[in-house]
């Protein structure tokens, strides 16, 4: 098992950045392919991007790429997402979340997932 731990989140103005961090601990972090997910209040969760084991591949929805990047550290067991020209609409709680199997958007692949943290964008 993997235990992750989201951080980073808070209030923004639009246009604005923010970087989340996501700490895991447990099994071997180099492992995981490592997605992050988000939900608005009121609707389904959305992909955000993924990242491969090694940090080699990494893949964005659409609505993200070019704005967000994700990254990670396997010396630090973390998993990063920069948030570049934040719109209100990214407005949602972020999830980081682990998978040994697959590497992919779809968040049914993932296992595990932290708590949590709030992003708010103000227009």
């Known amino acids: 098992q993997v235990q992750l731990v989201e951080s980073g989140g808070g209030l923004v103005q639009a246009g604005g950045s923010l970087r989340l961090s996501c700490a895991a601990s447990?099994?071997?972090?180099?492992?995981?392919?490592m997605g992050w997910f988000r939900q608005a209040p009121g609707k389904e969760r959305e992909s955000v991007a993924v990242i491969s084991t090694d940090g080699a591949s990494t893949a964005y929805a659409s609505s993200m790429k070019g704005r967000f990047t994700v990254s990670r550290d396997n010396a630090k067991n973390t998993v990063y997402l920069q948030m570049n020209s934040l719109k209100p609409e990214d407005t949602a709680v972020y999830y980081c979340a682990a998978s040994d199997r697959y590497y992919t958007l779809g968040p049914s692949a993932y296992a595990y997932w932290g708590q949590g943290t709030q992003v708010t964008v103000s227009s």
């Open positions: 447990g099994r071997t972090f180099s492992a995981y392919n």
